[in-house]
């Protein structure tokens, strides 16, 4: 769907192009990149731009092999395969969620602690551990209703 848009819109910018409505070389690049930008698919498009002159064609491979992945998650990782099974790497990876949710409440004003900056690894290392206390408490009140 994105793909066939942004064929639509680079067509219409190849249309104003070959009447003369366009010519500089830099605005047509300018009309071309907020078009690309739009959907992010320029990995899909070969573009040709020129003084008075654009082309574009689709990149059929690079569709097709990205249709073929399409819903697909890749998950690539260092573990040994004799160690972990495929399953467990992708519920490890699904885990990282909380992760991420822990991290963005800690960083908000849900815990109530004003936002403290070190440079030095010997100093952010117990500022993450007293952050991740604080959370661990929190998550503790919440779950027994304190």
Known sequence: MMLEA?????SGIKERVSRGR?????????????VINKFK?????????GR????FAVNED???????????YVVETTVDPQRTSPKEMVEGYKSLRYVKRA????????LELRPIYHRLADRVRPHVFL??????????AHATGS
Do not use: C, N, P, W
Not at 62 to 72: S, T
Not at 103 to 110: D, E, G, H, V, Y
């Open 6 to 10: 942004t064929k639509v819109m680079l």
């Open 22 to 34: 366009l010519k500089d070389e830099r605005k047509i690049a300018l009309a071309v990149g907020k």
């Open 41 to 49: 698919v320029q990995k899909h498009f070969s573009l040709s731009i």
């Open 52 to 55: 008075g002159y654009f082309g």
């Open 62 to 72: 690079k569709v097709a092999q990205e249709a073929a992945l399409d819903g697909i």
């Open 103 to 110: 991290f963005r409440t800690m960083k908000s004003m849900a």
């Open 131 to 140: 952050f991740m206390l604080a959370y661990i408490l929190r998550h503790l």
